[in-house]
């Protein structure tokens, strides 16, 4: 619980900490500590935490926006990239890139798949959205690609409390 509201603190600061040097949106910087809670702690944990910190930031400080309904597909690309990495990860294998790139990938898609439905119910063009959303964060992925292995590899070099074994 301590490990996910600490993730969760740093979901919250960490986009305003980059729209504030003009980065934005487009490295997902909620989704990065989402995602990295993923492999530090059990499915339930990462699933919730990733599900609810796009809603309490929406509230709490108007970003994500609510309309368009971008918390609402934050929430739910974080909770499946969390579920994916999170069962993978603990599944035995212990790998981060096993674990990482479908979880990756499955979040990008259900992105997609969510902005396009969401696109189609406020009569927006859903190919142009969808296409639009996922081409914004690619950015992002390459910085989850990047970040997350050193990240768990750091920890596992020094022996964390947070990583039972090192990760490869």
Same mark, same amino acid.
Not at 145 to 168: C, G, K, N
């Given at each position: 619980?301590?490990? $996910?509201?600490?993730?969760?603190?740093?979901?919250?600061?960490?986009?305003?900490?980059?729209?504030?040097?003009?980065?934005?949106?487009?490295? +997902? /910087?909620? +989704?990065?500590?989402?995602?990295?809670?993923?492999?530090?702690?059990?499915?339930?944990?990462?699933?919730?935490? =990733?599900?609810?910190?796009?809603?309490?930031?929406?509230?709490?400080?108007?970003?994500?926006?609510?309309?368009?309904?971008?918390? =609402?597909?934050?929430? #739910? @690309?974080?909770?499946?990239?969390?579920?994916?990495?999170?069962?993978?990860?603990?599944?035995? @294998? !212990?790998?981060?890139?096993?674990?990482? *790139?479908?979880?990756?990938?499955?979040?990008?898609?259900?992105?997609?798949?969510?902005?396009? +439905?969401?696109? !189609?119910?406020?009569? *927006?063009?859903?190919? *142009?959205? $969808? #296409?639009?959303?996922?081409? &914004?964060?690619?950015?992002?992925?390459?910085?989850? +690609?990047?970040?997350? /292995?050193?990240? *768990?590899?750091?920890?596992?070099?020094? !022996?964390?409390?947070?990583?039972? &074994?090192?990760? @490869?």
């Amino acid at each position: 619980m301590v490990i $996910s509201a600490a993730m969760a603190a740093l979901a919250l600061i960490l986009p305003v900490a980059f729209h504030a040097v003009g980065l934005g949106s487009k490295f +997902l /910087p909620m +989704l990065l500590p989402l995602l990295l809670n993923a492999f530090l702690v059990g499915w339930r944990w990462a699933v919730g935490t =990733a599900a609810a910190v796009p809603w309490i930031s929406a509230f709490a400080m108007g970003m994500p926006p609510l309309y368009p309904p971008v918390a =609402a597909v934050i929430s #739910v @690309e974080g909770a499946v990239m969390a579920a994916v990495a999170a069962t993978i990860f603990r599944r035995g @294998e !212990r790998s981060v890139w096993v674990a990482l *790139l479908p979880a990756v990938l499955a979040g990008r898609l259900v992105s997609l798949g969510f902005t396009f +439905l969401l696109a !189609r119910l406020f009569g *927006l063009p859903p190919a *142009l959205a $969808s #296409v639009a959303r996922l081409l &914004e964060g690619l950015p992002g992925v390459a910085l989850q +690609l990047a970040v997350i /292995p050193l990240v *768990l590899r750091a920890l596992a070099a020094r !022996r964390s409390i947070l990583l039972d &074994e090192a990760p @490869e």
